[in-house]
């Protein structure tokens, strides 16, 4: 058995082998020692006696999926490794081969799978400059394709596609490139195959032999060689791990990245798009906020729609035109919506029916899903919007729907083997079987009466068992009473076992009648279930249909409920926003009342808004509300503003606040500065960038420069400039309007009442000189002393930066505390100090040689300071 063991281990070595041996699913050596402490499961041995026992644990055979779960969650693979035949027939060693392996991104089981998250398996491929990249889910049948020149950007778009594994080749492996793409995604799981996999002729052949075609024209990857290569290895790989064909797999999306607006990675987290910047989880992020998606499968499309946002007017208008009809028809949304909920996972039970891994509770679920969908139709023809209508042959549904209603049982079991699926009513042969079964019940009772009877032995009794079959056990001490066509069978301590001619003929009909009806209602369950085979192809496309009917009447939906309205589209590069609301701060603030902002920004006049405040005030509230605005209207969404018109936007990116990747090794600054240094590089006049609080990482005057330089930067970028949001608190920065033309100031307004601060949340235009952090230090709960002792050290800096000051005025005039240092060099210049000494001298009363003495003095201090 060891023996058999390692010829299939040996073809799995990177993965976890399950090797199934009776009820159980076990694992040796390595593997054991792994699976163990993995699952929390006890690590025994085999052959104890040996000098070199072999290390084991098991898993039962039924509760497999959740370790299986447990063990993929940590990025690993598990090879399926099961009996081929039966134990109980086989001559010698069982027949075992790996079924399936399954990976990260290779999950069908709906145990296994977030239902509103799709679980990518990725394959990169270069061919001479190009880079490529396809990804598919198998558990949906969602396969895409894009190609780009340029690494970074197939990198970030890798990211923004979050896959759970990807797919390599060993060559690929050695590039620099590549090889940082991947350590950029240590979390995934990392699966290196054969340079041949990705060959270019055989990936084309697997790609034409999968979607039945002559050419790949039809999905507009003809021509990308890179993208092939990688489709190919996926299709190659799919192979290998399945051990089947993917039948759902029947088409490939090819998209150009120029197409979406693209939010990086760190923008994505910042914006706090899908989860929230402190944990991660989905409370508090604009996905949270505005997904009122009621399918699984609407859900994921939801999720990509707010990662793809559009960049073609028409096609953002067509969504915003379907969102209106549903928002302006409140009943007929609520109609839709409610037929929605009885329309389960159209997408993954297809492609779970198609691969084979069903039971019949899954054939009802699509049952009723199918049964909604005239409903549905109906119901959308009245929001008279051509997009919304179903266009499709809607007839096989209603045969299929009316199949799957005569055939299974609401009430079938989870297993397929053992009867119990197909309704009465539906096959004559099987009605036969099953009375055929059932009378017998009642026969053998009968049997058992007159038996009794016939003998005078009470305790006699009819039996099953494996080995013998039906039999008749009486007491050891009636054996006389027993009639001579009784023959013994078995005599245990107390008891003999008889068979008779008569039971073992009714047994053969009634086992064999069984037997029969399982195998019988197994057929029936496959022919149907090729039957939805066939339509597969249709029911893929209508689940399509409706996670868009859903993700659609969604935004209909959360624009009614908060008061949402159509945002007007414009190419002109205009952004304006008259009223708007940040839609997830809106909702936190319970009780407060969320200030409207209004913002406008345009590549002539408003380009760089500079947004001065103190902290606390709302600057990234008002900053982040532009960004998640203009992405809201790209996806299609009304959004929270009274009025506004949005000009199409390539890319947003921001830098925000400093995210603590100390963990990783990087110090704070340094990813403030690459962040930086991204927006600089890669922003263009169409992009919108929003900079928060940057240079706050470094000293004062080192933050300011890099701020202000930046600024600068952003108004002359390419000669043309990008619009750009940029809050800070170095009030120093508002004098860059007096020389750039597209800058303008703005604040967040405060009022001062009693010392306390106040804040408007108000964005007024012109600069402000203060920056209130003491006031705002206090509203924090700062102690007191702190507080004036800080007021104290400003009120001296102030006056010496007025020049009236004396530099060594910063010790504390509190004589019953210890006179602490201050870093005064941090907050003094130079030249103000040489100035202010300048001013105070009397040149009149000096003589030469003390002019010349006082001039070396300062020199002396000057570099003293400088150092
Ligand atoms: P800053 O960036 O200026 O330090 P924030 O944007 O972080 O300030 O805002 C601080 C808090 O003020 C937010 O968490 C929110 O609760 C509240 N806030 C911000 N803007 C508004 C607004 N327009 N209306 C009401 N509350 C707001």
Sequence with gaps: MMQQYWTIKDQYGDAILFYRMGDFYEMFFEDAEIASKILEITLTSRNKNDETPIPMCGVPFRAAKGYIARLIGQGLKVAICDQLEDPDVAKGLVKRDVVRVITPGMIIEDELLDEKTDNFVLALAKDHDDVGISYLDISTGV??????????????????????????????QQDPSVSRLIDGLSEKAVTVVDEKAFSYHQGREYLLEQFKTRSLEGFGCEHLRAGIRSAGALLYYVRETQKQKIEHLSSLETYRLDTFLLVDE??????????????GSRQGSLLNTIDRTITAMGGRLFRRWLRYPLTDVDRIMLRLDAVEAARNNSHTRNAVRDCLKSVYDLERLGSKITMGHCNARDLVALKHSLQALPEIGSFLSQFDTPTMEWDGDIGMFHMLADLLERAIREDAPLTIQEGGLIKVGFSEELDELIAMSRDGKGWLAELEAREKKATGVN??????????????????????AMPAHYIRKQTLVNAERYITDELKSFESKVLSAEDRRATLEYDIFNRIKGEIVKTNPSIQKVAQFLARIDCLTALAEIADQNDYMRPEINTDGLILIEEGRHPVVEKMIA????????????????????????????????????????????MGSFIPAARSSIGITDRIFTRVGALDNLSQGQSTFMVEMEETANILNNSTAKSLVIMDEIGRGTSTYDGMSIAWAVAEYLHDLKGVGVKTLFATHYHELTALSQTKTRVKNFNIAVREWNDQIIFLRKLVAGGTNRSYGIQVARLAGV??????????????IEETERGAGNLPLFADSRQDQPAGPVQIDLFRKPEGYMISELKKLDITQMTPLDALNYLSELQEKVRSDSN
């Design 459 to 480: 305790s006699l009794k009819v039996r099953y068992n494996k080995v013998f079959g039906y039999y008749i056990e009486a007491p050891k001490t009636h054996s006389d």
């Design 783 to 796: 102690p007191d002393p702190v507080i004036l002792r800080s007021k104290k050290i400003l009120s001296t």
């Design 591 to 634: 009780g407060e009342r969320f200030v409207p902002n209004t913002i406008h920004l345009d590549n002539h006049e408003n380009q760089v808004l500079i947004i001065t405040g103190p902290n606390m005030a709302g600057k990234s509230t008002v900053l982040r509300q532009v960004a998640l605005l203009v992405l809201m209207a790209q």
């Design 266 to 279: 760190t923008s994505c987290r910042n914006l706090e798009l899908l989860g929230n910047l402190r944990t």
């Design 143 to 172: 396969f895409r394709l894009t190609e780009s020149k340029d690494v970074s950007t197939i990198c970030e778009e890798t990211l923004r596609i979050g896959p759970r594994e990807i797919i390599i080749s060993n060559m690929a």
